[in-house]
């Protein structure tokens, strides 16, 4: 059973960075033809999806947030990781980790999702 799991601090102040991390278990991270992507979810809104690494470890970001994300992954821990810069309270979201299997294009798992509030 694949079950991702994110984590990192639920508070950051204006101007500072965001840094999210998502713990993937039953299955590996570097497998082709699995995406690895963040998605967020502001208060009152719908879905925003902010990037993707792929099993071969290319990246895609959404180009509204591409000067400001950063994802990146650690193959030893199976973690993959999110880092927005400069962030603002309209970066106030709960933030998801999904996977997407690319034999189906479906999302097939997500993390149950972490909130973040940025404040001072």
């Known amino acids: 059973q694949v079950q991702l799991q994110e984590s990192g601090p639920g508070l950051v102040k204006p101007s500072q960075t965001l840094s999210l991390t998502c713990t993937v278990s039953?299955?590996?991270?570097?497998?082709?033809?699995?995406?690895w992507i963040w998605v967020r979810q502001p208060p009152g809104k719908g879905l925003e999806w902010m990037g993707v690494?792929?099993?071969?470890?290319?990246?895609t970001y959404s180009p509204s947030l591409k000067s400001r994300t950063s994802i990146s992954r650690d193959t030893s821990k199976n973690q993959f990781s999110l880092q927005l810069s400069s962030v603002t309270p309209e970066d106030t979201a709960v933030y998801y980790c999904?996977?997407?299997?690319?034999?189906?294009?479906?999302?097939?798992?997500w993390g149950q999702g972490t909130q973040v509030t940025v404040s001072s």
């Open positions: 039953g299955g590996s991270i570097t497998i082709t033809y699995y995406n």
């Open positions: 690494i792929r099993g071969d470890a290319s990246t």
């Open positions: 999904v996977r997407l299997d690319g034999r189906i294009i479906g999302y097939d798992y």
